[in-house]
């Protein structure tokens, strides 16, 4: 809480890697946290989203913000290339002791990756980080679900998704705080814009924050007050109009339940490894099915 | 168990929709299943992937085969466009009754996906198709999971990842039993293959399978007939080594969980949107912890 940067980094590291100590620590935080503005930021390979979260972090820092970032690889085996030299363009900031820049990576555990970013979160929160930049390669679920733990959520589109556009499922439409047509110089921009709009226009009912819309050039810094006013719009939204306390609670649900599946997975995964085996064995020669066995171990893993 | 398409297709969408009946159903047929070769086929985006899968459905079929098909979308809200395209491709088998295509998306439920994916192969087996592909779009963790329900996984890489191949993770290499590298007729297939040899030879235990690198051209049909070789070669050492025996287990571990994970955070999430809610409202203003809340909800949820 004194915002030592080895302590939160040992205390992340061990936090990713399940020690029980760490957790009772983090429990012992908790209550310390939620004075951070958590701003998701999310996007496409090529969407120049590093780049932005990048000029974002300057901007914090020229307001005297204190800034910590967690940058999320969801361990594409195709992807580790182009992610890596994304963070590096991040290593400008790693000087400057206003920023803290963690990366995270899947362990392999189903829904793992979800609970980690959001032990992270508080961690930094606590740790007196006045923003705390998540920001995700957005290509699947665990993108989305990382997502729902942020205040702000920044989709960063890029010009040129043409028809595709229509391809943007409800997901994306439904965890959108603010969008970003980045890249906005090339051709097509307005089209985007356009038709994203048309999109939000098909939603049945008209939300109480309508996401606005962005256009940036993030290399060359065009657009980045804009974006950054219009997330703080959204921060003052969410306390003025009381719709705070109803995200805090479908953020707080999403955790809890994240944190008990995650649980009830590592105690069962624990006891099929051990006196569990011969059920195994029964499932592998189809004596008996999955559904029973999931009974079954659920029953052993929580006896146990 | 006669084939019939309609049951099947209406069985999968049930299971979808998690109806308690249809997984009594399922629960019924999983004795009779394990009779198909499940072959999972994942590779990036412009990987060629789909025009493979494409030609290793002629393949089968021209081998008097029946072949079942699962297209897992894993709801990218950005690459949805494309995954349709590729989609259409596979239209021309729609009319070829030895065919059947179901296209799976995920949800919205964490670790929904890997268990609509299960259920699906199991129906598909159960209807007496030999062979079932699983194909998906290999970008992140849902992706490998999925991959671990297959008796074969078919990795499909292109030329030109040059340095990148370094980037390959260790889940990758975890999981592939074949190598393809696709479009080898561009420049650069040769170093690839290299690459990966490279890759292997790093591994620290020589395993009992080293995964064979097969170069084609799927969009002129080249190549194929090795890599059904291969595939049949993987399956027969599957059986003749007792590895079989193995990999069942480590499946049947995997799905076990992965059901026992999703029933408890389903029953969490009911008792949250309903007793839970002061608890919810606890842990939104930090009086109550989320590790605390989970405990909490986990005993709840289970006694009621």
């Not at 429990?27 to 974002?56: D, E, F, M, W």
């Not at 229509?166 to 921009?189: R, T």
């Not at 020669?285 to 659920?298: G, I, K, Q, V």
């Amino acid at each position: 809480m004194a915002g030592n940067v080895r302590a939160g980094s040992r205390l992340i590291r061990l936090l990713d890697d399940r020690d029980p100590i760490a957790t009772e620590v983090l429990r012992a935080l908790y209550p310390h946290t939620g004075r951070a503005q958590v701003i998701g930021i999310t996007g496409n390979p090529g969407s120049g989203k590093s780049t932005l979260t990048n000029r974002l972090i300057s901007l914090y820092r020229r307001q005297g913000l204190r800034v910590g970032v967690i940058a999320v690889d969801p361990s594409s085996p195709y992807s580790g290339g182009a992610i890596l030299g994304d963070r590096i363009r991040m290593m400008e900031h790693f000087a400057d002791s206003g920023v803290f820049i963690r990366s995270l990576a899947t362990r392999g555990a189903l829904g793992g990756l979800s609970r980690a970013t959001s032990d992270a979160v508080h961690v930094l929160d606590a740790m007196g980080y006045q923003r705390v930049l998540v920001e995700t390669v957005g290509v699947g679920q665990d993108e989305i679900d990382i997502m729902r733990t942020a205040d702000t959520t920044v989709v960063v589109l890029v010009p040129g998704l043409g028809d595709d556009i229509q391809a943007i499922k409800a997901g994306i439409l439904e965890i959108a705080d603010v969008f970003v047509v980045n890249k906005a110089d090339l051709d097509g921009a307005e089209r985007t814009e356009a038709d994203l709009r048309g999109l939000q226009m098909l939603m049945t009912a008209m939300p109480a924050w309508l996401p606005p819309i962005v256009r940036t050039v993030a290399a060359r810094n065009d657009g980045l007050v804009e974006l950054a006013e219009q997330i703080a719009k959204h921060a003052q939204h969410l306390t003025t109009n009381g719709n705070a306390e109803q995200r805090y609670r479908q953020r707080a649900r999403f955790v809890v339940a994240s944190l008990a599946r995650d649980a009830v997975g590592v105690a069962v995964e624990r006891w099929l490894d051990g006196a569990g085996q011969n059920l195994l064995a029964e499932v592998a020669s189809r004596r008996t099915d999955p559904y029973e066995a999931a009974h079954t171990a659920l029953a052993a893993a929580r006896s146990e």
